[in-house]
């Protein structure tokens, strides 16, 4: 099982290329942690996956305190990575 059944995966957002770099991703990172603790209380652990070649948003990712597992699989777009934040 790629995700276990106390988790809920994250999947990414947009934002237009005007109002990227301002810092929006990283404080909705930053708050996805306790908006999850609060309305889904039986979930223990976030996942979420990214591609390989998006290092900016790995990055972004790590800056929120996800960790990347180790684990890999093959999406469409090539290689991806599992990261989780433990709740």
Same mark, same amino acid.
């Given at each position: 099982? =790629?995700?276990?059944?106390?988790?809920?995966?994250?999947?990414?957002?947009?934002?237009?290329?005007?109002?990227?770099?301002?810092?929006?991703?990283?404080?909705?990172?930053?708050?996805?942690?306790?908006?999850?603790?609060?309305?889904? #209380?039986?979930?223990?652990?976030?996942?979420?996956?990214?591609?390989?070649?998006?290092?900016?948003?790995?990055? =972004?990712?790590?800056?929120?305190?996800?960790?990347? #597992?180790?684990?890999?699989?093959?999406?469409?777009?090539? =290689?991806?990575?599992?990261?989780?934040?433990?709740?």
């Amino acid at each position: 099982m =790629l995700i276990p059944d106390c988790s809920i995966s994250v999947y990414g957002g947009y934002f237009a290329s005007m109002e990227q770099h301002k810092g929006y991703a990283q404080g909705a990172m930053k708050m996805l942690p306790d908006f999850a603790r609060e309305h889904f #209380t039986f979930v223990q652990e976030l996942v979420l996956i990214v591609n390989h070649a998006n290092v900016p948003a790995q990055n =972004l990712y790590k800056k929120a305190g996800f960790s990347d #597992t180790g684990r890999r699989r093959n999406g469409n777009h090539g =290689l991806q990575y599992i990261y989780h934040y433990s709740l």
